[in-house]
Each structure stands twice: as C-alpha cells, then as structure tokens.
C-alpha cells in the first residue's frame, strides 16, 4: 500500500534540472524536458538524490557519519554499489510544471498557466484525495475554459496583455481570481517571498495549451556561461545552458510504502518520515547497527525531512535546498512545500 502526498516546488533563483550534455544541440546544457508536451520538468529521481544529499549534510552537522546515513538509508535506500540494494519507502513523482512567471504589461509580471496542466493538477489531487479547496478551485477554471487549445486567456480581471511578445484578450473569469487566491496560500504560505503570493493573487493567466508552452519556451532563461583559470583567461566554454526563471512552481507527489519494510534494517521508514517511531519497536540483531538509530530518534522531532525542514505546520513541510547543477553560482535554490496532513 501506497501513500501519496502532494507537494509544490518553487524557484527561489534560476533553476537548471539538467538533461546532460548534447554536443549536437545549439543548448549544450539542456534543461530535462517531458517527451510530449516538451515543457520543462524536474525529474523524481532528480529531487529524491537532492533531498538525500541535504538530508545527510544536515544530519551529518549534529550526528555521526554512521548514524546519519543509517537513518537517510532507512528512507531513502540503499545507496547504489551496495551489493542487492534496499529500496526506500519513498519516491518522488517527477515535478510538473504548473506555473511560470513572464514579463506582463501592465503590472510587471504575469504568472502563465494552461488548461491542460492545470487538468494535471486536479488529477493529482483526486488522486490523492487532498486539498479539497485547490481541487474544487481547479475544477471550476477548467469549466470555464471553453477552448483549452485556443489563442484566448482567462484571467481576474478582463483587458489585453502583452506577454513577453505575445498579446492577448484575457476575459474576467471569478473562477480564476478564486483560484489565484487559493493556490497563493497553498504554494506561498509562510514563504519569504511574500511579492510571489501578491503577484499570483493578481495576475494569474491562464492560457491556450498551445500559446502557454510557445510562452514557456520563449520565456525558459538561455545563457553564456565560460569557466576562467586562475589569469582570468577563458580555460573552457563558452557553453550554452538553460534554467527556468526565479518563482516557477512546479507540482508532484511523495509516495510513501509504508507495507514493505526495507529488509536489511526492519525499520518502519514511514515513522521516521513523520517523526512517529518508537525507538522501542526496533528489533535486535540488525546488521545496521540499530542502536545508533535508537539514539537518533530521539533528537529528531519532525523526522528525517524535518530535519531539514525550515519550519512545520498547518499541515505542511517547507524545505529548501538545491536542485541541479550551477549551485557555486547561486542558482538551483528551491523551496519545496510537502502536504504531510492535518
């Protein structure tokens, strides 16, 4: 048996998922891309490596090197060249993109969304069978949208808007500002970026399937980077890399087994996870050197992600840490948003 929880990530500077490097592409360093919408995403095992790599160098600042990889072992998995690896309880579905800001006249920005993304998104949450308010907010835009694959937008408040290089008709739509005013709280609550939440309360459009991803790809940030040696000379590049701009937010679930217990360490992950495991349930005998685990339990309130969570309530989980590569740079800075329950 499964739980599925579902989260939302935003951008808090450029982000570059990257897809490898393609000698034969004008984009050296392209950003990973779903094969058939071409839209930018941010695959599962992606984001599982990066919480894993945050989750061990936080719990390696107060715990021993033992102690912490057992406990990131135990939900996450076995690391890989470990002979027959244990899965861990928990996967990451790959992170689809819901939103992205653009250059917006009037007002500055626009965050830009679509049809057939945001039809996505309620499948995730009927899925899940969570946030009810998001999942009927959704429901109402997309019966407004009459034409998902047409030039038109919906929008707060009706007028035309040049979006980047594309100007549109946006009609008034009640369903949309409803939704923009849900989906601020849900994604922006708490968050230190408080001008995100007041620009999608106001200026959240939602666009033609087609129109949004000519959008997205025009909008998807396309750069020069060159490496220097210690004469400040050119030593490699130049090279061309993608990212997706500050503040695009993108959606998934964590799925959590909580019926299959990792076999090498008997430990109910899914307790850790949730910070409700009782050191006195371990069994003996286990070749993980369960007694370090014991003694972690009890230092560890929130459990393995809220160790590296910036705070918890309302149901929620923030955490924040780096995706992908350019990170001596700044970028790849994210703030994940896990709905853990009530």
């Not at 819901?98 to 949450?125: D, H, I, K, N």
């Not at 937010?249 to 008997?266: I, Y």
Request: hydrophobic fraction near 40%; charged fraction near 30%; proline fraction near 6%.
């Amino acid at each position: 048996m499964t739980d599925a929880l579902p989260y939302f990530l935003v951008c808090r500077t450029p982000t570059r998922a990257g897809a490898g490097q393609r000698a034969t592409d004008v984009i050296d360093l392209p950003l990973q891309r779903e094969a058939h919408t071409k839209l930018p995403v941010i695959y599962g095992s992606t984001l599982k490596g990066a919480l894993r790599h945050a989750t061990l160098r936080k719990l390696s600042e107060e715990l021993d090197g033992e102690t912490s990889e057992g406990l990131v072992d135990a939900v996450f998995g076995d690391r890989p060249g470990e002979g027959s690896p244990s899965p861990g309880v928990v996967a990451f579905s790959d992170a689809v993109l819901l939103a992205m800001p653009v250059r917006c006249e009037p007002g500055f920005l626009a965050w830009v969304t679509s049809p057939y993304q945001l039809g996505r998104l309620y499948e995730v949450l009927e899925l899940t069978g969570e946030l009810e308010d998001l999942r009927e907010a959704v429901e109402e835009v997309l019966n407004d949208c009459k034409d998902p694959r047409g030039n038109g937008a919906l929008a707060p408040e009706e007028g035309t808007l040049l979006l980047d290089r594309i100007r549109v008709r946006a009609e008034a739509s009640d369903a949309v500002g409803d939704l923009a005013g849900v989906l601020s709280e849900t994604v922006f609550e708490g968050a230190p970026e408080p001008h995100f939440r007041r620009y999608v309360e106001e200026r959240l459009v939602v666009l033609g399937d087609g129109a949004f991803a000519d959008l997205v790809n025009s909008c998807t940030e396309r750069v020069v980077r060159v490496r220097l040696n210690e004469e400040k000379t050119v030593e490699q590049g130049p090279w061309y890399e993608e990212r997706v701009p500050e503040g695009t937010v993108f959606f998934g679930t964590l799925n959590v087994r909580h019926d299959t217990v990792p076999p090498k360490n008997g430990v109910d992950a899914r307790k850790v996870l949730f910070g409700r495991w009782e050191p006195d349930g371990v069994p003996d005998g286990d070749d993980r050197k369960l007694e370090a685990l014991k003694e972690a339990a009890g230092e560890l309130e929130a459990g393995v992600l809220g160790a590296v969570a910036d705070g918890s309530g309302d149901g929620y989980l923030d955490l924040r840490f780096q995706v992908g590569g350019s990170e001596t740079v700044g970028f790849g800075l994210v703030r994940l948003r896990q709905f853990v329950g009530e």
